[in-house]
DNA sequence: CGATCGTTTGACGGTGCTCAATCACCGTGG
DNA sequence: CCACGGTGATTGAGCACCGTCAAACGATCG
């Protein structure tokens, strides 16, 4: 049971080392259901009394140690309870192009149900730990929780809306508008676990961050400089602080190369990204939920 | 029932002569359930009888017409059933920002679950048929119907798959390599749907393409043209035939800017790319899985 | 046939990629 | 204690690619 199949250390010469580690390793003493369903983000409260203490499994992973690797056979889910992760696929040349970023709430290896491989890894930024959901208990843990049902269906919901996030990261011409829509999504990802969405911590490396905005990594380096003169932001490595969120939300909006924006309309601007950064809707009268219910 | 309330069509000048068109119109005969559960391509054979003849509504949308528009409430669920569409997010400065292009068998109006509004809007590029899953029903359906549920889960799972493919896309530095990577994307739902892979008609404009790829209109031309001048591909409007396929594949590869490939990495290059735009892997079973079983 | 939209091509200027050097930070070993 | 190599971050120089503007062409539809 200590060695987890399928899910050891990224395959590194020090690959034995980390093993001796225990990269990867369950906790001793289980979560229970109930809170699995609030780390999805779903309302303990709908869940039964019995169900409630279900048993689910935890595991600890160490930072830089892949909990899924590419191409490997789907035996689980994951729901990420803490720390943070990032979604690789290794091209041919050896580029790592980053994915995705994932932070706590979030489903892990649920892609892979699809084709029944893993479409990419997942390694761990910092230390994190997951739950496991094994896909053999999956319909049935379901079926006899229809909270837990519910959670998992608003989950792989936000998934699909943080990859168009994603999606309009990239799309952006100019790289400091990129850099600056990053920013704002990261800081939209703090406010929502409670913490300052001013100040940031970023746990990955400047060439992860390039990876995914699809530019070179001394473009970042310059890109933070450049918000930094502007005044936006204040980096220190990767500690970044947010000085002018209205700002910041101003030149995330342009689509274009010209860099001066017209302050007129930038007013609205910002409201209509943190809409798209902002899962949780101005306002998030879900009438048909409650109708379910 | 005629009139569907936030699905009507886009917000133009001629909204009302659209709507008189009857844009989007229920069509008289519904599918059934078991239909449906193909459609999304589950295995109808485990559908249950009495299940499996259970009516699904059946919408024809036309083309230009938006399905779903952007901050609306969610509703309703929809399977592509024929057709494509486009998802896109209006940003403030008035430019569309193209979040994917669906295909037949895509889930449409799931991501609205998260926030209980629409995060984005669904345009047809043709004329379109699509499955109605009211959310009300939803759940229930889902429980009534093991096929069903099992099904929904899957196209969800590909749905991320797919849309981690379109991170890949635009990821790449050079326009040229984007455009190739989203033809040999589009190339692989041809062959997904049984058609030719070689032969794609482009349902959408070139800047709807820009777009998606995060790069300028103009630039997408070029790039047409440079593939066709290398001989890759032949370009007339938006009737694309792909000539070499493997060298597209090889293209696509390129993660740096340098144009110039190395021939001889070339053909395992080649065999990573299908991987990536193809869900079912060909056999790169790691020895870490097999440890597992 | 004219109007509108989509596509292509050209010219030019600027952004960002490449290559390269420097510095900071860290754990290791002398 | 400090040299040492390794990694990551920053900055600079040069040039190619691509965004912008502009014009011409083609397609579609009334």
Redesign the interface.
């Known amino acids: 049971m200590t060695n987890i199949?399928?899910?050891?250390t990224h395959a590194t010469s020090q690959e034995a080392w980390r093993l001796r580690r225990n990269d990867i390793a369950p906790l001793p003493e289980p979560v229970t259901l109930g809170e699995l369903v609030q780390t999805l983000g779903g309302d303990i409260r709908e869940v039964r009394k019995p169900a409630e203490a279900a048993p689910v499994s935890l595991w600890r992973i160490r930072q830089g140690a892949t909990l899924l690797?590419e191409?490997?056979?789907a035996?689980s889910v994951f729901v990420l309870r803490s720390g943070s992760m990032k979604?690789i696929?290794t091209?041919?040349?050896g580029?790592e192009?980053v994915?995705?970023f994932a932070q706590p709430g979030e489903l892990l290896g649920?892609?892979?149900?699809?084709?029944?491989?893993q479409?990419?890894a997942v390694v761990a930024l910092e230390d994190s730990t997951v739950c496991v959901l094994p896909l053999n208990d999956h319909?049935l843990a379901r079926?006899d929780c229809?909270a837990l049902?519910?959670a998992l269906?608003?989950a792989?919901?936000?998934?699909?809306?943080r990859?168009?996030g994603?999606?309009?990261m990239?799309?952006?011409?100019a790289s400091d508008v990129r850099l600056a829509r990053f920013l704002l999504w990261m800081s939209q990802r703090m406010d929502e676990a409670g913490r300052s969405p001013r100040r940031l911590f970023l746990r990955m490396c400047r060439r992860d961050i390039a990876?995914?905005l699809?530019?070179?990594h001394e473009t970042v380096s310059r890109s933070f400089t450049l918000l930094a003169e502007l005044g936006l932001v204040k980096v220190e490595n990767r500690e970044v602080e947010i000085l002018d969120l209205d700002g910041l939300h101003r030149r995330a909006?342009n689509?274009r190369r010209a860099g001066d924006e017209a302050p007129g309309?930038a007013q609205?601007?910002a409201s209509?990204?943190s809409a798209?950064l902002q899962?949780?809707?101005f306002?998030?009268?879900?009438?048909?939920?409650a109708?379910?219910a």
């Open positions: 199949p399928c899910c050891t690797h191409g490997c056979a035996q979604r696929r091209l041919e040349d580029y192009q994915l995705s649920f892609d892979a149900l699809h084709s029944g491989r479409p990419a319909l079926h229809l049902d519910r269906q608003v792989l919901s936000r998934q699909l809306v990859t168009a994603t999606t309009e990239m799309a952006a011409l990876s995914l699809g530019v070179a909006l689509t309309a609205k601007a209509d990204w798209a899962p949780d809707w306002a998030p009268v879900r009438q048909v939920a109708a379910a």
